[in-house]
């Protein structure tokens, strides 16, 4: 988010509409139908689209699996449903900023998005970070009590060794 707010930044001070792009008479000047754009290489958008992709991509498969390892199995259903209602709710906030999503708010937006996750990560960070270890522990000490039996069958006869 902070990269966005940058590239809007960016955005804004060029011309020929500063902080208003498409929406001043400069950039109709030439006599067009057509707005002409603010001077921004599209190129500069890529980096955007891509760290968010990969974020939500990564960031979906992780909590899947952390539901799926460390939920007990009669509450797997619902640790989902909350998982997803959680989705529901951060869609709904962003319907609800879409109000301000216009210029010349954009950048404002941006920053404060970006200030708010990462004000967030720390939190999480500072109020979670001891538990971090404690997963593997417990996994690791699941996977040691668990013994191997290697069966086979020969001529309908069950053989077992452990």
């Known amino acids: 988010m902070a990269y966005a707010a940058g590239l809007q930044q960016l955005k804004h001070s060029r011309g020929p509409c500063f ?8 950039a109709k000047a030439d006599g067009s139908d057509e707005a002409k754009p603010n001077e921004v290489n599209i190129w500069l958008q890529i980096p955007v689209h891509f760290l968010f992709a990969v974020a939500e991509v990564v960031g979906l498969v992780a909590l899947n699996e952390y539901i799926y390892s460390e939920a007990p199995t009669d509450m797997k259903a619902m640790v989902q449903a909350l998982q997803l209602a959680s ?6 906030l962003g319907i609800a900023l879409g109000v301000v999503s216009k210029n010349p708010w954009l950048v404002i937006l941006f920053s404060s998005l970006s200030a708010t996750m990462t ?44």
Not at 19 to 26: D, K, M, R, T, V
Not at 87 to 92: D, E, F, N, Q, Y
Not at 135 to 160: H, M, P
């Open 19 to 26: 902080q208003y792009p498409l929406e001043c008479p400069a």
């Open 87 to 92: 989705v529901a709710v951060g869609s709904a």
């Open 119 to 162: 004000l967030t990560a720390v939190v999480f960070w500072a109020l979670f970070r001891q538990t971090d270890g404690k997963s593997d522990a417990c996994s690791i000490k699941t996977t040691e009590n668990i013994r191997v039996v290697d069966a086979t069958v020969e001529d309908d006869k069950l053989t077992r060794t452990t």
